[in-house]
């Protein structure tokens, strides 16, 4: 496995489950990618029926049991089934999240909706005067590099960090056998999986193959440490469409959750500007204004801090997962976009089958990842 | 005959101004000018003026610099407020901060 982040790690764990011996190896730290500057959510709510869907469902399953159950390996990462709400100003947005979680709800999402006056039972502290909102029960939250960590742990798979791959090892056959690294030097493997998230399109033109993960860079705002101001991931109903928009250009919708150390985080923006690390008070900003309108008591707390962070983008904005008939040997596991942390186990699990040739859970076909490929 | 040990004040030869009282859980310290609030603290002996948010144990300064974020007070009400960086001023009323100090907006 290339990557140790969230989704290196689901992969490991799964793999190793299914008897097989998996070496870890990532450039930098564990989490030190996209994973590490989440938020760490697991999102029904946001996704439209389709393969992105399905994956999702099966991979809520999979975290309440890797997160709920007393030996879950992910209990000590701060797993919570708090729920989403996706709220609606005016009614011509309560029209347009009533038509989505009626097709969500065909295709196995719980949701409901609550009525404008409702919505204090379930936020006491959300702005008078929305229109209304749909509450999704099956949303949840993890830490993402605690759950990492703890699943690269209880995977039993070896971790090397500081190890840098700069090329794949081919069989007289052209078959990948494993990878050559900066500072070790060629590691044998039987199969290799690129698990190396927004820097997958790297990884893949390494293996001479065409993969085109771009980022997309979000920033995310951290509140001093709060009493639960904030019950249930809330975001508002602008968040799904900008999810699903393809543009370069900047858009920000409120996304807003707590957390159990304390500290409120609030998203969410979305922009393709490449690797531009560059903070931008006029992103902030906005984030900052939007999650006030949803949450007025937030208007005098004070921002702590903020971090960027660059989602693994796809142009279809499905991830790509699965055996590369283009390079046999290698195994892809990116561009999940904001979506990594939330569909890590499934991912994991999908490849872990793939690997030991049994029948994957859920048709993989949707995410073959020589999808882009013109010449295929 | 052993030397007494220089203050602080002596050893770089300040001279600072007229000093001033700020309070501490009501009880009165006193400051000079330019001395953080951390300072005024532990030159009146107090080295804990926070408790955690999870086990309720007590905290001070442990950095000095303004980068562990461990010496957080209240002042004049604003909770949160790094006592190692904020200079005193005349009639602050530092509080012991409990917790996060948002009980305002506590359920």
Known sequence: ?376 | MRRRRRTPVERVLARPGPPFEITFDGRPLTALPGQSIAAVLWNAGVLAWRTTRVAGRPRGAFCGIGQCFDCLATVNGRPNQRACLLPAAPGDAVTTQKGDGRADLAD
């Open chain 1, 1 to 376: 496995m290339v990557g140790a982040g969230v989704v290196g790690a689901a992969c490991a764990y799964y793999a190793a489950r299914a008897g097989l011996t998996v070496t870890v190896l990532d450039r930098g730290p564990v989490a030190g990618g996209t994973t590490g500057a989440g938020e760490g959510n697991l999102l029904v709510s946001d996704k439209e029926p389709g393969p992105e869907l399905e994956l999702a469902l099966l991979s809520l399953r999979l975290w309440r049991e890797l997160g709920e159950r007393h030996d879950g390996p992910a209990r000590s990462a701060e797993y919570e089934a708090k729920g989403g709400v996706v709220v609606a100003r005016d009614e011509t947005r309560l029209k347009a999240l009533r038509s989505l979680a009626a097709v969500q709800a065909a295709a196995g999402v719980e949701t409901r909706e609550v009525p404008g006056d409702r919505l204090h039972e379930l936020e006491p502290r959300l702005a008078a005067g929305l229109a209304g909102a749909f509450h999704y029960p099956q949303d949840a939250q993890v830490q993402p590099a605690l759950a990492a960590a703890h699943l690269l742990r209880a995977s039993g798979a070896l971790v090397r960090c500081g190890e840098r791959v700069t090329g794949l090892l081919r069989g007289p056959d052209g078959r990948v056998g494993g990878v050559r690294t900066v500072p070790s030097g060629a590691l044998p493997a039987g199969h290799v999986v690129n698990a190396t998230g927004v820097w997958g399109g790297e990884f893949a033109a390494a293996a001479d193959v065409f993969l085109p993960v771009a980022p997309r860079r979000g920033f995310v705002l951290v509140t001093e440490p709060l009493p639960r101001v904030v019950r249930h991931k809330v975001y508002a109903a602008d968040y799904v469409a900008d999810v699903a928009s393809g543009s370069a250009a900047l858009q920000t919708s409120a996304v807003v959750e707590g957390t159990p150390a304390g500290p409120v985080l609030i998203g969410a923006s979305r922009e393709r500007v490449g690797f531009d690390r560059t903070l931008s008070v006029e992103v902030l900003h906005r984030l900052a204004s939007q999650a006030v309108a949803l949450f007025p008591a937030l208007a005098d707390v004070r921002a702590i801090r903020a971090y960027a962070g660059f989602r693994p983008y796809l142009p279809d904005h499905l991830p790509a997962i699965g055996p590369d008939p283009r390079a046999p040997g290698l195994l892809h596991a990116c561009g999940h976009e904001g979506a990594g942390v939330g569909l890590a186990p499934a991912t994991g699990l999908l490849i872990a089958r793939l690997l030991t040739g049994d029948q994957p859970p859920l048709d993989v076909h949707p995410f073959r990842p020589e999808r882009f490929d013109r010449t295929t």
